[in-house]
């Protein structure tokens, strides 16, 4: 198979590029406020709905999904060209959002937002891989200012949004408001676009690997969620769930060893650059999504905040996280090791939340609030420099295929920190005698339980740290040098 090297960014002028990127902030942004704009609303779905206990549901088959067609856009955008792939991605997200508006229950509004999912894993990795096609390296920490912008003004917008909606409206209009977001992220990418050249290379799809990931890890997350609750951990459902997920693991395993072009590339895996920074990001990225999640309930059934108030309670972990990305990503112009970076915010976040697992019940909500926007921070610096040193550390024309591994692996990390906590949450409540099955607790019942959360978090993110530790730093102004250089010997 030949290979064709992209031609360099510098090829375009500044303002096409500008130009391009607008258009891509455009499609970027209705996944990003998805990801904010759901969390404060989730308890008042659970409570019109019914069946709690599928609630983590309500993520997970979002970011299940979106992780099983991360790297297959990744592949048929190489393909078909990257415009094509981002519309078509854009079209699915807005049809699984209709059926998401329309669900009359919790099963068929899981159902859809994996169909959600689906179009949402291209937004984002498509969009940042047409970045790092058109941005020379050296100048994409400064690309990711506009990115911050984007991901800032979802932030402050999705939470506010979120629990206004479903306190003083409905619930439905979270995923309403995508169809018009959704036009125009679509007319304003088809034209932007059609300044990107392509460069097409054939590619064999994975799809018994993309079904392998998705089967096993959906069984593993029906153990996670009936365990403790509907079953007992000990009973032959959930051990058979159990077993079934760890047979899917290892049937993916072979498929990865034997396929000739496998669902994750084994090759990149290997790459000790690609797999410390994808691991590292991936665990912070299940605390991050896990807390922003769960954090909602946190409030309203622990603390007995409004929707509203819930909502407007994320807001200084959400600017936090985005203060945190511009720090690292303005710091990485200016310095050579830059792994020291993500290694000091994480475990800055680490210590600032260990006090919530020690003291769950009795903190000041300023104190709360300022612990939780802290950490923020200090998760923020892992977003870029795990993106931008992926990006340096490959060849160019293994630049998309790396990009989409680092979203694969932020996805694939949010699926478990998601499941990982509601089994905490919702197994811990059922665990309780007299409580109701998949019923939520709240007051001190709750909190005593969410304090496991708060443990996880802090876990988490010392692990995440200890992985970053392993990464080898390759100076992002020596890319065109050392790109070859990191190799699976390293």
């Not at 679509?186 to 392509?198: A, C, G, I, N």
């Not at 019942?445 to 993110?461: C, E, H, K, N, P």
Request: charged share 10%; with cysteine; glycine share 10%.
């Amino acid at each position: 198979m030949t290979t064709t090297e992209k031609p360099e960014a510098r090829q375009l002028g500044r303002a096409e590029i500008t130009t391009i990127v607008i258009g891509l902030l455009t499609a970027m942004f209705p996944g990003a406020l998805d990801s904010t704009i759901v969390a404060p609303a989730m308890p008042t779905i659970g409570r019109e709905l019914g069946n709690a206990e599928h609630l983590p549901w309500i993520v997970t088959s979002y970011l299940l999904m979106s992780t099983a067609a991360t790297p297959l856009y990744g592949k048929l955008s190489d393909i078909h060209g990257r415009r094509i792939m981002l519309l078509i991605a854009i079209t699915i997200f807005a049809i699984g959002s209709l059926f998401c508006a329309l669900a009359p229950n919790m099963i068929l509004l899981a159902i859809a937002r994996g169909l959600q999912g689906i179009g949402g894993g291209g937004l984002v990795s498509l969009s940042i891989t047409i970045i790092g096609d058109v941005v020379p390296m050296r100048e994409r920490p400064r690309y990711q200012i506009y990115t911050s912008i984007m991901w800032t003004a979802s932030s402050l917008a999705g939470p506010i949004l979120g629990g206004y909606f479903a306190e003083k409206y409905h619930w439905s209009l979270i995923f309403w408001i995508n169809l018009p977001l959704c036009l125009l992220a679509f007319l304003m990418t088809d034209s932007k676009l059609r300044k990107l050249p392509r460069h097409e290379r054939p590619h064999s799809l994975d799809f018994a690997g993309a079904a392998l990931l998705v089967a096993s890890s959906i069984v593993l997350q029906l153990a996670m969620t009936w365990g403790g609750s509907r079953y007992a951990w000990s009973s032959p459902e959930i051990l058979g769930l159990i077993a079934i997920s760890l047979v899917g693991t290892v049937l993916l395993i072979w498929r990865l060893l034997t396929a000739n072009e496998p669902l994750i590339p084994l090759a990149l895996l290997s790459h000790r650059t690609l797999l410390t920074a994808t691991t590292g990001v991936g665990l912070a990225m299940a605390v991050f999504i896990g807390l922003t999640i769960y954090l909602p309930v946190y409030f309203e059934n622990g603390l007995g905040f409004t929707a509203t108030e819930s909502g407007l309670s994320l807001l200084p972990m959400m600017l936090s996280t985005t203060v945190g990305a511009v720090a690292a990503g303005r710091l990485m112009m200016r310095i050579k090791r830059y792994r020291f970076i993500p290694i000091t915010g994480l475990g800055t976040a680490a210590i600032c939340i260990l006090p919530l697992f020690i003291w769950p019940t009795g903190l000041p909500v300023v104190l709360v609030e300022a612990l939780l926007g802290i950490a923020s921070i200090g998760i923020g610096t892992v977003f870029p420099v795990s993106m931008i040193s992926v990006q340096n550390a490959v060849p160019l024309h293994q630049l998309g295929t790396a990009t989409s591994m680092v979203s694969f692996m932020r996805n694939f990390g949010s699926a478990f920190g998601v499941a990982i906590f509601g089994a905490i949450v919702i197994g811990g409540g059922a665990a309780i005698p007299g409580s109701s099955t998949g019923a939520i607790l709240t007051g001190d019942a709750f909190i005593a339980i969410f304090r496991w959360v708060f443990l996880a978090s802090t876990i988490g993110l010392a692990l995440s740290v200890l992985i970053l530790s392993a990464m080898r730093e390759i100076p992002v102004a020596d890319r065109k040098q050392q790109h070859g250089a990191d190799d699976t010997t390293h």
